[in-house]
Nanobody, 125 residues
Framework: QVQLVESGGGLVQTGGSLRLSCAAS????????MGWFRQAPGKEREFVAA????????DFADSVKGRFTISRDNAKNTMYLEMNSLKPEDTAVYYC??????????????????WGQGTQVTVSS
């Protein structure tokens, strides 16, 4: 019954910023963690960032650390990814994911039960 809807993707030049949103809906939504993954054409899906829903603990891939910020609004069931200092290598389809299992591995896409449809982020050089 959980549905995730992503928005905010688009085209931006190198050094620019984008803010992605992931809105969750459903009768019940009490995730343990939510995360962002991305996949570029011909590449494997890779971890970007994750956040624990209650405690707010965050994790980032080394490639985006210091440039991206993840946050959530528990009352609105919405997660955000603020992307700054964007680089062409950030170009990918970005996916929102959520899971309600404790002790899950937030770094692995296989650990997440719910996924959004993806939103395209293109960084031009």
């Amino acid at each position: 019954q959980v549905q995730l809807v992503e928005s905010g993707g688009g085209l931006v030049q190198t050094g620019g910023s984008l803010r992605l949103s992931c809105a969750a809906s459903g009768r019940t939504f009490r995730p343990y963690a939510m995360g962002w993954f991305r996949q570029a054409p011909g590449k494997e899906r890779e971890f970007v960032a994750a956040i624990r829903w209650l405690g707010g603990n965050t994790d980032f891939a080394d490639s985006v650390k210091g440039r991206f910020t993840i946050s959530r609004d528990n009352a609105k069931n919405t997660m955000y990814l603020e992307m700054n200092s964007l680089k062409p290598e950030d170009t990918a389809v970005y996916y929102c994911a959520a899971d309600d299992a404790r002790w899950m591995n937030v770094f692995s896409y296989r650990a997440y039960d719910y996924w959004g449809q993806g939103t395209q982020v293109t960084v031009s050089s």
